[in-house]
């Protein structure tokens, strides 16, 4: 970044040290000499052990990035005439309360006259105040994409933009409207998506066909070679590609296992993808869009089963539907929440004579004794259960004296579902509901978007 009035050699720049090849400045500013910070600490995934690579003078990576900023940091200090260099020795974001090597070695092996300051700044804690955006006329356009118009809706909500405003509508905003969205995939992220685009490249080539165990079988001795392609397909850096591989192994294997053990069963297809407008009443009526995308979609004895394979932590049993709805419960409810909208997206687009069965995986349990897919809901003490269900329900609510029942067939449960999502879509589509920060700090911990509302 440069900034100049009329000659750019006069003028300011703000740059990195790689930018600074071939240029020379009389007087250099280093803002953030703090050990961490400069050089930046790196991390990269090899094969092979740091160890190894250290011993037998190998290619370190993070060498190299050292080497690299030492080098410009050097050539800076050649043909400036004044240097002031920075660090704080109070530890913050990602550096140290150290100062860096390179001024450590500039301190002890250069000849050149270091002057030393010490500058103390009493920061004034000031109260964060609160963030509200308020629905104007430029936000209500950018919530207008999901609206069905004659030349057709831009874009359509998904039930995990449903979750995000009900865990905190400032999120929602920064998400979906303003799409920040977040770059860097974590391990479990990773875990999950491998899972998904594994079991999609298994089962895709038999979608619409019935699945008996031999044919389970056989996709069990491609499990290797699919995980394989779907590793080598990753874009991005891997944060440890032999651990995934080995852990993707062992759960598909797993995976299939429950298959050959549930087969026969008819395969209606994997990532479905599905789309529908829900009308909402009120001072305007405004059509929404909604979609999502199932993972997969089977029928198994006259019953359909609507599938969603979950990586990460998952609740499977909710006391109620209005609790879905609930943004203080919404953190334990998330997969039965997006279970619920997948069976209606279902049932709305193609209705269904035979049972609709939310199928939730909790790929965490797999190898746990009470192992039971599903999802379930809190009986009356006095409700009525079947014995084969009376058992699952023990198991879950041995803690809380509580019975739960497995939902075989959802569709019973669809239409308060639908009146708690009309409730909520008009929340969201309403001008005088700003877009708040949510008051579960809970929330914030894993949220993105926390250094913007200053809540780090």
């Known amino acids: 970044m440069l900034f100049h009035q009329d000659n750019p050699v006069t003028g300011l720049y703000i740059i990195e040290v790689a930018e600074s090849y071939n240029l020379d400045f009389e007087h250099v500013f280093f803002l953030d000499m703090n050990e961490g910070c400069f050089p930046k600490v790196t991390h990269h995934d090899s094969f092979l052990p740091y160890d190894l690579c250290h011993s037998f003078g190998l290619p370190l990576a993070d060498k190299v990035a050292e080497n690299k900023t030492a080098y410009g940091f050097y050539r800076l200090l050649q043909r400036a005439q004044n240097i002031c260099c920075y660090f704080s020795q109070k530890g913050h974001l990602d550096g140290s309360g150290e100062m860096s090597r390179l001024l450590l070695q500039l301190t002890f092996d250069s000849k050149l006259k270091i002057i030393e300051t010490h500058h103390s700044i009493n920061l004034l804690e000031r109260p964060v105040a609160a963030i509200a955006i308020q629905k104007d006329d430029s936000v209500m356009q950018l919530l207008d994409r999901f609206l069905e118009k004659e030349e057709g809706a831009v874009s359509s909500l998904t039930p995990s933009a449903c979750i995000s405003y009900l865990s905190c509508p400032l999120q929602f905003y920064f998400k979906y409207l303003l799409q920040l969205r977040q770059t860097v995939a974590t391990e479990d992220v990773q875990l999950g998506i491998l899972f998904h685009d594994v079991m999609a490249r298994l089962y895709r080539p038999f979608a619409g066909s019935q699945i008996d165990t031999n044919m389970v079988r056989q996709l069990q001795s491609k499990i290797k070679v699919e995980i394989a392609e779907a590793i080598a397909a990753w874009r991005t850096p891997l944060s440890a590609p032999m651990l995934l591989h080995a852990l993707l192994e062992k759960l598909l294997g797993r995976m299939l296992d429950l298959d050959d053990a549930a087969a026969p069963f008819t395969l209606l297809g994997v990532e479905v993808a599905m789309k529908q407008s829900i009308m909402l009443d009120g001072e305007i009526a405004r059509k929404v869009w909604l979609s999502g995308t199932i993972d997969r979609i089977d029928r198994q004895n006259h019953c359909v089963r609507i599938i969603d394979y979950k990586t990460g932590r998952s609740n499977c049993k909710i006391s109620s539907i209005v609790n879905l709805f609930d943004p203080g419960k919404i953190k334990t409810n998330k997969a039965v929440f997006q279970l619920f909208f997948y069976a209606w997206l279902f049932q709305s687009l193609h209705g269904a004579d035979n049972a609709i069965m939310p199928y939730l995986i909790p790929i965490r349990e797999f190898f746990l004794a009470h192992y039971t897919p599903g999802i379930f809901i809190q009986q009356p003490d006095n409700?009525?259960?079947?014995?084969?269900?009376?058992?699952?329900?023990?198991?879950?609510?041995?803690?809380?004296?509580?019975?739960?029942?497995?939902?075989?067939?959802?569709?019973e449960y669809l239409q308060p579902f639908e009146e708690g999502l009309k409730g909520l879509l008009v929340e969201i589509f309403n001008p005088t509901i700003p877009f708040a920060q949510t008051e579960d700090l809970e929330i914030c911990g894993y949220c993105p978007y926390v250094r913007i509302c200053q809540r780090d």
Do not use: H, N, T
């Not at 014995?387 to 809380?400: P, Q, T």
């Open 383 to 411: 409700g009525p259960l079947s014995k084969a269900i009376y058992d699952v329900a023990i198991e879950f609510g041995k803690r809380s004296g509580k019975k739960y029942q497995q939902i075989e067939d959802i569709k």
